[in-house]
């Protein structure tokens, strides 16, 4: 399972961006996906999931009321659009995979794309 994600860049803060995971090496149905993000000297930091069938979502309090997890199976696809951005929320933000539901442990990670954004 190969994970690449992609549309990160820079953006003023109050601005938008929409992040894409494309999944290949096996169906994103077999999945539920998450979204972390890992800022300069912090840690790796959950973010947002999506079970496999998109009926469930989980987001963080920080971000619930500006970004949104949305999926797309039939090009297994996973998403993240990112609303109101703020500088703390410049980081490296990875999608990742697993086979559990999306509070689980997560077993297939891609390269992060990096968000920054100006104040």
């Known amino acids: 399972v190969q994970l690449q994600a992609s549309g990160g860049g820079l953006v003023q803060a109050g601005g938008s961006l929409r992040l894409s995971c494309a999944v290949s090496?096996?169906?994103?149905?077999?999945?539920?996906m998450g979204w972390f993000r890992q800022a300069p000297k912090k840690e790796r930091q959950f973010v947002a999931g999506?079970?496999?069938?998109?009926?469930?979502?989980y987001l963080i309090d920080v971000v619930r009321d500006r970004f949104t997890i949305s999926r797309d199976n039939s090009r297994n696809s996973a998403f993240l659009q990112m609303d109101s951005l703020r500088p703390e929320d410049t980081a490296i933000y990875y999608c990742?995979?697993?086979?559990?539901?999306?509070?689980?442990?997560?077993?297939?990670w891609g390269r992060g794309t990096l968000v920054t954004v100006s104040s």
């Open positions: 990742a995979a697993t086979t559990g539901g999306p509070g689980d442990e997560y077993q297939y």
């Open positions: 999506i079970s496999w069938t998109g009926t469930s979502t």
């Open positions: 090496g096996a169906s994103a149905r077999s999945f539920s």
